[in-house]
């Protein structure tokens, strides 16, 4: 089954530092791969995604995120921190059947000034 | 921006009573979806409806729960004799073309069972 491992539940950087968040997936179908962000209190927005094409892809915030096949992962990034950028982060792969994703436990970014 | 919109956001209930979460995607996506997040936990897969039916449904989504959308634009969630553990935040979502499109999530509703 498609499932993603975040390492690291807690994330802390300093405004203005890099921000790393971490996602490895398994699947046995090429995976659909997606980073979602959760503010408090509300839903779930879609940062970016990785279906076919080009891995490096850029999402919204300044964010961007790498597929890399043969680590079989797929890692969010964003070169400068901002305060407004701490929430819950999770990562996803979509199930076999293309209907379902499958989400990561999730990671807490808390941005420092 | 098109929203998937949520009702209530916040909902008690009483153990063993019927409760029904109502959602509202957006007007022409055709995949509709429910996901649950139980506080501190991920967020996990409940079903997915697409043409009037469910085309794919988790091992949570068991006999208690039900889906339907009764008019064209709603689509509810029902459980039925709510349990304690059925506490959650309860997510609805559409997309235009499946998964692999991304979601549009709504804000959630947040179920509290006492």
């Known amino acids: 089954a498609q499932s993603v491992t975040q390492l690291g539940s807690h994330v802390s950087v300093s405004e203005g530092a890099l921000v790393l968040l971490r996602c490895n997936y398994s699947?046995?179908?090429?995976?659909?791969l997606f980073w979602y962000v959760q503010y408090p209190n509300q839903g779930l927005q879609l940062l970016l995604k990785y279906t076919t094409g080009a891995t490096l892809v850029k999402g919204i915030n300044g964010f961007e995120a790498e597929f890399k096949k043969s680590e079989t992962s797929f890692h969010l990034t964003k070169p400068s921190a901002h305060m407004s950028d701490a929430a819950e982060y999770f990562c996803a792969v979509s199930s076999n059947s293309g209907y379902a994703l499958n989400f990561g436990k999730g990671t807490s970014l808390l941005v420092t000034p | 921006e098109p929203e998937v919109t949520q009702t209530p956001s916040h909902q008690v209930t009483q153990m063993g009573q019927e409760v029904i979460l109502r959602c509202v995607p957006i007007?022409?996506?055709?995949?509709f979806y429910w996901y649950r997040q139980i506080l501190g936990q991920k967020v996990e897969f409940l079903v997915s409806f697409y043409n009037n039916e469910i085309s794919e449904k988790s091992e949570i989504f068991d006999d208690q729960f039900s889906v339907e959308r009764p008019d064209g634009s709603n689509f509810t969630l029902k459980i039925r004799s709510t349990k304690l553990e059925d506490s959650a935040m309860y997510f609805c979502?559409?997309?235009?073309?499946?998964?692999?499109?991304?979601?549009?999530f709504g804000s959630g509703t947040r179920l509290t069972v006492v």
């Open positions: 007007s022409n996506h055709l995949y």
């Open positions: 979502a559409s997309t235009s073309q499946g998964s692999g499109y991304g979601y549009t």
């Open positions: 699947s046995s179908v090429p995976p659909y």
